[in-house]
């Protein structure tokens, strides 16, 4: 007869977190990859118009900026067409800081998971992977409800929230990147995000689900 194994809370809770740093991080990380979303904007929101530039040169100071973004990237930002001014330069500066994090969150947190599954088998009820299903439902219905109701004011909030500056509000005048950068562009980029964290909930409910059937030994059993 097996022997039951005796399960951890504060396993399972760090676990549960685990994945969902990794989900949340894995969303970040994509959309931050996930280049032709703003090719598509370039034409459907009017970013030529916009911003008194041909298409060519709106890709090449976007791609500029992403690969700034990039963990391994250290060099300074230097747009091929845009001055900046140091409000806009520093704004630019905590973005990276920002985007390097979840990089760095998305590598270890699927280390993290990797050595939890191999090593702890008192996760292998699926508890954690339910709970952090949950967590992305509720997140994702959280800030999806907010966004629907009023984009702007959590675009607003967003920036009180994680900048303790308003060099985030950009002057045309001194920063004329902010013309090929609209705020409906980051709405999209918000969506892709939380689509991917809604998928990755979903994946990790129905992957917790089925690990707790087996566990059972094939006797149903409440999620």
């Known amino acids: 007869m097996t022997t039951p194994v005796k399960k951890n809370p504060v396993l399972t809770a760090a676990a549960a977190v685990?994945?969902?740093?990794?989900?949340?991080?894995?969303?970040?990380?994509?959309t931050l990859h996930l280049r032709f979303i703003y090719y598509h904007d370039?034409?459907?929101?009017?970013?030529?118009e916009m911003s008194g530039m041909p298409e060519e040169?709106?890709?090449?100071?976007?791609?500029?900026?992403?690969?700034?973004?990039?963990?391994?990237?250290?060099?300074?930002?230097r747009f091929p067409d845009f001055p900046m001014s140091v409000g806009g330069e520093t704004h630019f500066r905590e973005v990276k800081r920002i985007f390097d994090i979840f990089q760095i969150l998305f590598v270890v947190s699927a280390a993290g998971m990797c050595v939890l599954w191999l090593r702890a088998k008192s996760l292998r009820d699926g508890l954690y992977a339910r709970i952090t299903g949950y967590l992305c439902f509720g997140i994702t219905a959280a800030l999806g409800l907010f966004a629907l109701i009023g984009w702007d004011?959590?675009?607003?909030?967003?920036?009180?929230?994680?900048?303790?500056?308003?060099?985030?509000?950009?002057?045309?005048a001194t920063d004329p990147v902010i013309t090929i950068l609209p705020d409906t562009f980051f709405l999209h980029e918000a969506v892709l995000i939380l689509a991917v964290v809604l998928i990755g909930g979903t994946a990790a409910l129905i992957a917790g689900i089925k690990a707790k059937h087996k566990s059972n030994g094939g006797i149903p059993g409440s999620a």
């Open 153 to 172: 004011r959590l675009f607003v909030l967003f920036h009180h929230v994680f900048f303790n500056n308003d060099f985030w509000i950009f002057d045309a």
């Open 42 to 48: 370039i034409d459907a929101l009017h970013i030529e």
């Open 18 to 30: 685990l994945l969902l740093a990794l989900i949340i991080s894995t969303a970040v990380v994509l």
């Open 57 to 77: 040169t709106i890709r090449e100071n976007y791609d500029v900026l992403i690969d700034y973004n990039l963990v391994w990237n250290r060099g300074p930002l």
